[in-house]
């Protein structure tokens, strides 16, 4: 019964990457973004629509509980993404103005997915499990050491962005 499982999963990843291939032959990487926008896209409006009530409850109430984190975490997540690809196709189409490099508009996308990655990190409870103590403290040191940094030494990020620009490009 292992056997068939793992067939059945790899031939659906197989299926998967055969289907991002397809158009790999016929649309340029600007068309296949904005192909793949809408389908993400979809998804994350999907997404919301699901866990956003139970988000928005978790959130009014407080979040009394660790998985609380977990689900508000999923919608601010699929929020941020929408908006990020709503951004993204919007500046291909509109040739990549040159005057938006100047907006924040991007760092604060980036800024709502980590959000929402620290508050995965710190719903780390489920029925029956106890959580670690320390992995709630690592993601609260990582948060603070997060804003600290930002704020008292943007130097040490721009020079970190800089470096890691440069490595991209040669990678």
């Not at 067939?7 to 291939?21: E, G, Q, Y």
């Not at 109430?61 to 998985?67: D, I, Q």
């Amino acid at each position: 019964m292992h056997t068939r499982s793992l067939f059945r999963s790899l031939a659906l990843t197989a299926l998967v990457l055969f289907i991002f291939l397809i158009p790999t032959a016929f649309l340029t990487a600007d068309q296949q973004v904005e192909l793949w926008s809408g389908g993400l896209t979809m998804a994350c409006l999907w997404g919301v629509w699901r866990w956003g009530p139970t988000a928005w409850r978790a959130y009014r109430e407080g979040s009394k509980e660790p998985w609380h984190y977990g689900i508000m975490a999923i919608v601010i997540l699929l929020l941020f993404m929408i908006g990020r690809q709503f951004y993204q196709v919007l500046y291909i189409r509109l040739e990549r103005p040159e005057g938006w490099n100047q907006l924040p508009i991007s760092a604060f996308i980036i800024y709502g997915i980590m959000i929402a990655v620290w508050l995965f990190s710190i719903a780390t409870k489920v029925d029956g499990e106890k959580p670690s103590k320390v992995i709630g403290w690592l993601a609260a040191i990582g948060a603070g050491i997060t804003l600290l940094m930002s704020s008292l030494f943007p130097i040490l990020l721009s020079k970190g962005a800089a470096i890691s620009r440069v490595l991209n490009s040669v990678f």
